[in-house]
Antibody
């Protein structure tokens, strides 16, 4: 089955850190760009970060730049997001989402995981 | 404040047709980047509904259609059904932000 499964969410204090993982299966992970998208409780979708197929190109939303780090391990079919210096406003469900094969920059996100909840609170 | 602007809510009776607009700017929709639409049913992850402005992924009913013109795009849903009640989001790439942007989302209520 083609799927993405996130893990690693939880409750963390402000200023703390967390590492999210996304396990891919059922498709050739190393052929697709990947993204993280988050959704605060009761709010809309916010793109967080992008990583190219090789990992050589990375983009971040301004809201997380300098605090979050995206990475991937194609040998393990896995995507990661390291969250540091967490703030209350980072509280959200974090989704990993599959992008395109790298031909164009504006491909749709055609496969989403079920999400993992991150709660930042003291 | 989202970069792409959508109406917060729309509604329609079963069988009717509704449209959801998505307005951007010259750095995203107007810059020839594609617009994509996602459907998020309550308590679930988003699902790709329309890609490349007007294309439907396999399995998406033909009742759903998309279009784009200038700096705006639209999602049309005809023959409304109760199961269409969900949140809908438009998305595009923004060259000035070097990233992807979403609309604020539109809640569709089937009366």
């Amino acid at each position: 089955e083609v799927q993405l499964v996130e893990s690693g969410g939880g409750l963390v204090q402000p200023g703390g850190s967390l590492r999210l993982s996304c396990a891919a299966s059922g498709f050739t992970f190393s052929s697709f760009e990947m993204n993280w998208v988050r959704q605060a409780p009761g709010k809309g979708l916010e793109w967080v970060s992008y990583i190219s197929i090789s990992g050589s190109t990375i983009y971040y939303a301004d809201s997380v730049k300098g605090r979050f780090t995206i990475s991937r391990d194609n040998a393990k079919n896995s995507l990661y997001l390291q969250l540091n210096s967490l703030r209350a406003e980072d509280t959200a469900v974090y989704y990993c989402a599959r992008g395109g094969r790298g031909a164009v920059i504006d491909d749709a996100f055609d496969l989403w995981g079920q999400g993992t909840m991150v709660t930042v609170s003291s | 404040q989202s970069v792409l602007t959508q109406p917060p809510s729309v509604s329609g009776a079963p069988g009717q047709r509704v449209t959801i607009s998505c307005t951007g700017s010259s750095s995203n929709i107007g810059a020839v980047y594609d617009v994509h639409w996602y459907q998020q049913l309550p308590g679930t992850a988003p699902k790709l509904l329309i890609y490349g402005n007007s294309n439907r992924p396999s399995g998406v009913p033909g009742r759903f259609s998309g279009s784009k013109s200038g700096t705006s795009a639209s999602l049309a849903i005809s023959g409304l059904q109760a199961e269409d009640e969900a949140d809908y989001y438009c998305q595009s790439y923004d060259s000035s932000l070097s990233g992807w942007v979403f609309g604020g989302g539109t809640k569709l209520t089937v009366l």
